[in-house]
């Protein structure tokens, strides 16, 4: 999977939760926790 699709799929959850923490208000920290793992893991080739 090349780092584009997955910055594409990285944008959706981020939507869809964004759209959830409307309702939720702790749903932004677990983004966030996603957000920099997944990016770690872009970032450092995998």
Same mark, same amino acid.
């Given at each position: 999977? &090349? $780092? /584009? $699709? =997955?910055? @594409? =799929?990285? !944008?959706?959850? $981020?939507?869809? =939760? #964004?759209? %959830? &923490? @409307? @309702? !939720?208000? *702790?749903?932004?920290? +677990?983004? !966030? /926790? =996603?957000? @920099?793992?997944? #990016?770690?893991? %872009?970032?450092? *080739? +995998?």
């Amino acid at each position: 999977m &090349d $780092k /584009e $699709k =997955i910055a @594409e =799929i990285l !944008n959706s959850v $981020k939507e869809v =939760i #964004e759209e %959830l &923490d @409307e @309702e !939720n208000q *702790g749903a932004m920290y +677990y983004l !966030n /926790e =996603i957000k @920099e793992s997944a #990016e770690i893991l %872009l970032f450092s *080739g +995998y």
